[in-house]
């Protein structure tokens, strides 16, 4: 099976207008029968919502000026969902009866919520674990919790609370768009799971959107995983991304975290960003990638990069019941 950490698929459909349920729209890649095609069983779909000074660089209208803007547009985007018939995965319990049934052609997500600025205080943590998210990166850009991409800053005091709020809840951690002084807050005082969902390696392309070798380093001694993006900006410096800039991220963040089993996809895909800034024409490209990674890996290391190892953390970071 193959598990994609990262994709923005209620955002698409209700802020872009390009669906989900019938074929990708033109010139992007993501719709439920091109992943249910390309052998995608298990997707970390989003709750994502761009604050109002994102309007220009998200080429969107669909912005929040506040928290409870960001709710209600997260909520739209977490009903979304459900009346897709999605099926959210909640427990340890879930996932291991929904992996043993499995088999291609079924399509099922963990909720992730990427900029926490829906949640309007950290008491309502609890209204959106009912709702089904199960992981929360507290920044995109700057959010009332911490600094994110391009908006340098720590972790705020409503983001101390929200934290120490996630660890009751037993909600997963993402750092991908955690300011660097954010991050190194949220390593100081997180006790539980913790992953980066699209994070490339900096040492490939500079920038703080992408996570330093000591990030990956940290994240795999607490036994975390590293999701690479497919977007081209975060793949290489400049020029058309290629599935072999994908495989050097692989490698590069494999060396620094200590071995692949730490890697797995959180491509992005259509989030921000179509097809022609991605490595892939379709969906169905993504079946040439593991004979690349062979290459480098066995063919269990392989496995695991294209699933495995994201099915097998949520195994042990995703509430038991
Ligand atoms: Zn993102």
Not at 112 to 137: C, F, K, N, T, Y
Not at 177 to 190: K, N, P, R, T, Y
Request: aromatic fraction near 6%; glycine fraction near 12%; proline fraction near 5%.
């Amino acid at each position: 099976m193959i598990v994609d950490a990262h994709l923005d698929i209620a955002w698409n459909a209700i802020g872009e207008g390009r669906g989900f349920l019938g074929p990708p729209a033109e010139g992007y890649v993501v719709s439920r029968p091109a992943l249910q095609a390309a052998g995608v069983g298990l997707v970390f779909a989003t709750l994502y919502a761009a604050p109002a000074e994102a309007t220009k660089s998200m080429r969107t209208r669909f912005v929040y000026e506040n928290g409870h803007e960001a709710h209600l547009m997260a909520t739209a985007e977490a009903n979304y969902y459900r009346a897709c018939e999605l099926p959210l995965l909640r427990s340890r319990a879930e996932l291991a009866r929904y992996v043993r049934g499995w088999r291609k052609g079924r399509l099922a997500a963990v909720m992730l919520m990427e900029g926490a600025d829906p949640i309007e205080s950290p008491e309502q943590l609890g209204v959106w674990v009912e709702r089904g998210v199960r992981i929360i990166g507290p920044a995109w850009g700057r959010t009332r919790y911490a600094g994110g991409t391009h908006a340098p800053g720590g972790l705020t005091e409503l983001g101390v609370q929200l934290l120490v709020a996630m660890m009751r809840k037993k909600v997963i951690l993402d750092l991908s768009h955690l300011a660097d002084q954010s991050e190194a807050d949220a390593f100081g005082m997180w006790r539980g799971p913790i992953m980066c969902s699209h994070s490339n390696a900096r040492a490939i392309v500079p920038g703080d959107r992408q996570i330093t070798d000591a990030t990956a380093a940290e994240v795999a001694r607490r036994g975390g995983m590293l999701g690479v993006s497919f977007y081209e900006h975060h793949l290489r410096r400049s020029g058309r991304a290629t599935l072999d800039d994908v495989v050097k991220h692989v490698l590069h963040l494999a060396k620094a975290a200590g071995g692949p089993e730490h890697l797995g996809l959180g491509t992005d895909l259509d989030g921000g960003f179509n097809a022609a800034q991605s490595p892939l024409r379709t969906l169905g490209d993504l079946k040439r990638l593991p004979a690349m990674l062979r290459r480098h890996f066995s063919a269990a290391q392989v496995e695991g990069v294209m699933g495995g190892n994201w099915l097998g953390f949520l195994g042990k970071s995703l509430p038991a019941a």
